[in-house]
């Protein structure tokens, strides 16, 4: 509450600040009591015009002058940038500075302020609350990753016990073995000693007896043994068995129990949001009620007459009236609308290419499926950007802010989309809100072409799900377009997707022959024909032509639609 105000909202007098206001002067534009409207009249100095508060004219509230506080600044000074006031103005201090009104200086900063006011309330701080919503997000996730992450050292390390306990067992037994297989020879040995001394002793009794008995016959017929047991039995050599356990090398466990990749927290710089002028619409290009075909570029590759015998399968443009291509082989054709070779260049790897994309500098960007890499081809030099590991890139364009977006498909064929800032992955984009998959499963090498529209959204081709998915800059779903409502009896096939200057969305319909037209809620607008063939690739150039690259002719048709 207003410090010169009661409870009832009763205004009080702005130089007593204790009583209520009864008057006001004009000239001054200050509220009055009784009492302090007559001390006020006695200053003969200034010509006052003290009248009833209900009576009081609405004047402009011009500011007091700070060097001159008896006068009003009813100009601003638009050299000093200050407001001044007619005394200011005739000391010559700001002589020849150009002068206007106070009051629609403040009409237009005022009008300033209400945009800054309304971008803010509007566009910067929805954004902020996005970003906080996403990271509370991110950090409700965590104990479930990390928890994943806990429970996988866990059963790794219950294998690795397993194996060691194993390992410990086969030791062991094989140990009592040798143990029972030494004590079994020990024993045949001690029988064998054993019935050897027995004889002995009955040798030597027998002996005994003779001698004691003086018999001439027993001592006649008496034979030496002796002889015989002169050869003492086998003596049991054993070479007993040793462990010999092996040093165990920290590094070598650790590598073998599996790495766990480093923690990367890195801080980027933010997006920066365009002005609420710059982000104005663009000037209206009405769509054509017949699409024409401006020009036709025969691209030499191999013509295709059935699955994998040829054809054409993507295009990107560099200019008006250049475009990159690639076709069945591992060669990308850069030509003019003559046809005419300008530039080829071969895939490192000799592979054919997935996709191509054109960056903002110029430079071609294409996809090896087979060695799962991303490259950038730079004056005629091919850098490998990206490497996946348990991943393979589909397809790839290059966005507004000189990222790369990039659909993937795992070991296991699930699908998502990846953003890149040159080799570093700054966002994945797999699932809903619910945890469902934004995009269909299995199949490999089912390409998922994208394209950035101009308000962010991400728009894939869903080929297998006969949907064009289409998610915010942040990966949030906005919309999923599954074919124009009346037609129930052709399956919608969607397959290359490019968006123009006002945010259409426009994707080929493979199998039936034609281009869809959306607006950027996927509202579906119109149907492009011009006697398409298996259209598969498609770019739009900065002047909204379309170019869309034929399987079935192996040809680029240029059309005219806006």
């Known amino acids: 509450m207003h410090p010169r105000r009661s409870v009832q909202e009763v205004l009080l007098c702005d130089l007593c600040e204790t009583v209520p206001l009864q008057s006001h002067c004009e000239l001054c534009n200050i509220n009055l009591c009784v009492n302090c409207a007559v001390k006020h009249l006695s200053d003969s100095s200034k010509r006052h015009n003290v009248v009833p508060f209900l009576q009081r004219k609405v004047t402009p509230n011009y ?8 006068k009003h600044c009813e100009l601003h000074c638009e050299e000093c940038n200050i407001p001044v006031c007619s005394t200011c103005v005739s000391s010559g201090k700001h002589k020849g500075h150009d002068m206007s009104d106070i009051l629609e200086k403040l009409s237009a900063k005022t009008e300033s302020l209400q945009k800054d006011l309304k971008e803010l309330e509007t566009r910067i701080y929805p954004r902020y609350e996005e970003m906080a919503s ?17 429970t996988i050292a866990d059963q790794q390390g219950e294998i690795l016990h397993r194996e060691i306990t194993a390992i410990v067992n086969r030791r062991k037994s094989a140990i009592a073995e040798m143990k029972t297989k030494h004590l079994d020879a020990l024993n045949k040995n001690t029988d064998e000693i054993t019935q050897k001394m027995a004889e002995l002793k009955q040798i030597m009794s027998d002996l005994k007896s003779i001698l004691k008995s003086n018999d001439v016959s027993l001592t006649s017929t008496y034979k030496s043994r002796n002889s015989q047991f002169r050869t003492l039995p086998p003596k049991v050599r054993v ?21 766990l990749s480093p923690l990367s927290i890195n801080t980027e710089h933010g997006d920066t949001l365009k002005s609420a002028e710059a ?22 590759y191999k013509i295709w ?20 291509t690639r076709g069945i082989n591992n060669t990308m054709k850069l030509l003019n609308l003559q046809s005419e070779l300008l530039t080829s260049i071969q895939t490192k790897s000799g592979y054919t290419p997935e996709d191509i994309a054109v960056t903002r500098d110029g430079d071609l960007v294409y996809i090896d499926y087979y ?28 966005t507004a802010g000189n990222d790369l977006l990039v659909t993937m498909i ?18 994945s984009i797999q699932f809903d809100d619910q945890g469902r998959p934004l995009y269909s499963s299995g199949v490999y090498n089912n390409t998922k072409y994208l394209s950035e529209n101009r308000n962010l959204d991400i728009c894939v081709a869903d080929y297998r799900a006969s949907a064009v998915v289409v998610v915010n800059q942040s990966g949030k779903l906005r919309f999923r377009y599954t074919g124009h409502p009346s037609n129930t009896e052709q399956s919608f096939t969607p397959t290359g997707i490019t968006t123009d200057s006002q945010s259409h969305i426009l994707t080929a319909d493979y199998k039936n022959h034609r281009i869809h037209i959306l607006d950027q809620d996927g509202q579906f607008l119109r149907y492009i024909h011009c006697d398409l063939k298996l259209p ?18 192996a040809k680029v048709k240029k059309i005219q639609y806006l």
Not at 134 to 150: M, N, P, R, W
Not at 279 to 300: C, H, M, N, Q, W
Not at 371 to 383: C, E, P, S, Y
Request: proline fraction near 7%; hydrophobic fraction near 30%.
């Open 279 to 300: 982000v104005s619409s663009p000037p209206v290009k009405p769509l054509l009620d017949e699409p024409r075909v401006t020009a036709t570029i025969d691209t030499g």
């Open 134 to 150: 996403d990271v509370q997000t991110k950090k409700a996730e965590l104990e479930t990753k990390y928890g994943k992450l806990t």
């Open 410 to 427: 795992s070991d296991d064929k699930q699908y998502k989309v990846v953003r890149y800032s040159g080799s570093t992955e700054k966002q």
């Open 371 to 398: 060695d799962k890499t991303v490259n950038l081809i730079k004056n005629k030099q091919i850098q490998t950007v990206i490497t996946l590991q348990g991943w393979r890139p589909l397809s790839v364009c290059c």
């Open 63 to 70: 500011p007091k002058c700070p060097k001159h506080p008896e």
């Open 536 to 553: 598969l690739g498609l770019c739009v150039d900065i002047r909204d032509n379309l170019f869309v690259a034929e399987l079935r002719t």
């Open 239 to 259: 070479t007993l068995p040793s462990f010999s356990p092996q040093k165990i090398n920290k590094n070598q466990l650790n590598e073998m129990f599996g790495s």
């Open 305 to 324: 007459f059935g699955i994998l015998n040829g054809g054409l399968y993507s295009v990107s443009c560099l200019s008006e009236d250049q475009v990159w």
